[in-house]
């Protein structure tokens, strides 16, 4: 689904989250971020996106999405998010499950959601 998506929409940013894109994308390619964290990532996980805080998203092999906090100096375990890139995008950055990562009281984004029914 994120190859998907990543075709259609080269590194946008929805709510809390950017996502990285193709080598010709002007923002964050997925390429760099591989090479940048590949020593960490291994062959286990997959990066897609980041948090404002620079923390990252990952796809590991089951297609789970999993947040790698950046003071998680060790990469001892990433925190599980969603069960799917479709769930992560359905709950996390448009639904009900978007307050718990990012600040929603003054949130334009969050009212747009709410406006929407979404959450």
């Not at 100096?73 to 069960?83: H, L, M, S, V, W």
């Not at 990562?101 to 959450?119: H, I, P």
């Amino acid at each position: 689904m994120y190859i998907k998506f990543i075709e259609e929409f080269d590194s946008c940013g929805i709510g809390f989250a950017v996502f990285f894109g193709s080598q010709k994308s002007k923002i964050i390619s997925i390429e760099n971020q591989i090479e940048e964290h590949k020593e960490l990532l291994k062959n286990d996980y997959f990066p897609f996106g980041k948090y404002p805080d620079g923390s990252v998203f990952l796809l590991n092999q089951k297609g789970e999405v999993l947040w790698w906090d950046k003071n998680d100096y060790d990469f001892e375990k990433p925190k599980f998010i969603a069960a799917s890139f479709d769930d992560f995008m359905n709950e996390c950055l448009l639904g009900k499950r978007y307050g718990e990562f990012s600040f929603v009281e003054t949130s334009t984004f969050y009212k747009t959601l709410q406006a929407q029914g979404w959450v």
